[in-house]
Every structure is written in structure tokens, then in C-alpha cells.
């Protein structure tokens, strides 16, 4: 399907960049209207059980959830209100030897 409410899209089978107002909109909704659980459950019956992300894009959000947890947690009204789970993205190992040769 290349069309939905008269709007050009790509085809749903292909990986498509998406302007970060229209994920947030997305976003909003879902969590508006606490749909976190039927939103998960659409996708996994549907056979999706994560989400490609490029790696720029998760050091970014990672680092900014990280500094916004940590100003929060500072912060008595909020102390311990927001923990960061952590990452299960693996990063590839340093390109330099944990130990250089010996000379």
C-alpha cells in the first residue's frame, strides 16, 4: 500500500525516515491516552518485537535521558522518580588493544 488518506507514503515493508514531529505526534497519543500496552500488543502480533533505530540516534536520546534523569533525581520533588534503564544496544569493541605489545 503506497497510499493512505489521499497522503504519498512509502510502501509499510520498506524503512522510511520519519520527521521527528510526526514520532512525537505518535508518540503523544500513545501516551495521552496510555496506550503503551495496546500499542505493544499491536506490534507483536503483528511480528515486531523491537525497534531499528540508527546508533547516532540512541547515543542522543540516551545522553539526553541520562542528563534530564539525573537534573530530575537532584531535584527532592523528584528524587528516584526517574530511573534510566539501561541500554541493550552492544557496542563494538575499541579499534586500539586493550593491552599494546610490550616493547
Known amino acids: 500500500m503506497t497510499e493512505e488518506k489521499g497522503n504519498s507514503s512509502a ?20 501516551v495521552k491516552h ?15 518485537n523491537g525497534v531499528v ?12 535521558v541520562d ?11 523528584h528524587a528516584g522518580a526517574l530511573v534510566v534503564p539501561e541500554c541493550s544496544i552492544v557496542c563494538p569493541q575499541p579499534k586500539t588493544p586493550a593491552n599494546p605489545p610490550k616493547k
Request: avoid cysteine.
Open 34 to 48: 496510555d496506550l503503551w500496552d495496546d500499542a505493544t500488543s499491536a506490534l507483536q502480533a503483528a511480528g515486531i
Open 11 to 30: 510502501p509499510y515493508g520498506d524503512v522510511v525516515e520519519v520527521p521527528i514531529g510526526t514520532f512525537r505526534h505518535y508518540m503523544n497519543f500513545i
Open 53 to 64: 533505530l540508527g546508533g547516532q540516534l540512541v547515543k542522543v536520546i540516551r545522553e539526553f
Open 67 to 77: 542528563a534530564k534523569g539525573a537534573e530530575l533525581n537532584n531535584d527532592p520533588t
